[in-house]
């Protein structure tokens, strides 16, 4: 597995985890689903936390890799960040679509900005996942 794929592993693992516990709060009742400053507080202390995990865990990634392994991206790991990309902005277009274009109508304030937000870790979630699946399967444009 070379280094590209194991950040890749990193940040949809870190993500998973991070916006669960986050997505499960509010949807256990948590009052970040109704109110602003808990809503902001909640999910400022989860991306801080994501951020953490994915920083620290790409540095101890970096020590351990060789420097061949750490060198700049060549056309292919750029094809496949392209193809991540590409994925990732259909998911958020239609996420913005429901969120712009629908939720105003039947909602308003927090439950539209967290719905904003899952439309955005979810098109995040589908870069990575497509990165990580087109390393794993040796995608080659």
């Known amino acids: ?8 592993w990193l940040n949809v693992i ?3 985890a991070a916006y669960s516990v986050y997505f ?3 949807l256990s009742g948590h009052p970040a689903g109704r109110e602003v400053f808990p809503m902001l507080w ?6 801080v936390a994501h951020a953490v995990i994915v920083i620290v865990g790409t540095v101890i990634l970096s020590a351990q890799a060789a420097k061949s392994d750490r060198a700049r991206a060549d056309e292919r790991d750029r094809a496949i960040r392209r193809r991540g990309a590409t994925m990732a902005y259909y998911v958020l277009l239609v996420g913005m679509m429901v969120v712009g274009v ?8 927090v439950p539209l900005a967290n719905a904003g937000l899952f439309a955005i870790v979810a ?4 870069n990575s996942f497509v990165v990580l699946m087109s390393y794993r399967r040796g995608w080659h444009g």
Not at 1 to 8: G, I, S
């Open 42 to 47: 909640l999910f400022g202390s989860i991306a």
């Open 14 to 16: 870190a993500m998973l």
């Open 24 to 26: 499960g709060f509010l």
């Open 1 to 8: 597995m070379n280094f590209r794929e194991k950040t890749a």
């Open 102 to 109: 629908y939720m105003p109508f039947v909602e308003s304030g």
């Open 123 to 126: 098109a995040e979630l589908v």
